[in-house]
């Protein structure tokens, strides 16, 4: 069965970084479009950035470009989100996803994809 977990969440001050990592069974990252979204408290889910090894496409949303940053490990089914430069506004519960398709040009949504980690908190102070 396919399964995602999301770990790396934590409390950390304006202008610190964290490390989210994404580890997947079932799947390979190599084959699927991964995504990773964000909901905080009185707001929907919103889509963060996606990639895809297949089509060659990394995308990010306009308030975390130059800020976060994406990598694989692949011999270890790993992507890894790297968020520098945090911001209060950044705070969320962090998701990983797996599905089929990352566009360059939009935003990600959830429908687009089909697997789920259960998400890990980051908390930014200020």
């Known amino acids: 069965e396919v399964q995602l977990q999301a770990f790396g969440g934590g409390l950390v001050q304006a202008g610190g970084f964290l490390r989210l990592s994404c580890v997947a069974s079932?799947?390979?990252?190599?084959?699927?479009?991964i995504g990773w979204f964000r909901q905080a408290p009185g707001k929907v889910r919103e889509g963060v950035s996606c990639?895809?090894?297949?089509?060659?496409?990394?995308y990010y949303i306009a308030s975390v470009k130059g800020r976060f940053s994406i990598s694989s490990d692949n011999a270890k089914n790993t992507m890894h989100l790297q968020m520098n430069s945090l911001k209060p506004e950044d705070t969320a519960v962090y998701y990983c996803?797996?599905?089929?398709?990352?566009?360059?040009?939009?935003?990600?949504?959830?429908?687009?994809?089909?697997?789920w980690g259960q998400g890990t908190q980051v908390t930014v102070s200020s």
């Open positions: 996803a797996a599905g089929v398709f990352c566009s360059e040009y939009a935003d990600p949504q959830q429908y687009e994809y089909d697997y």
């Open positions: 079932g799947i390979t990252f190599d084959s699927h479009a």
């Open positions: 990639y895809s090894s297949e089509e060659n496409i990394t």
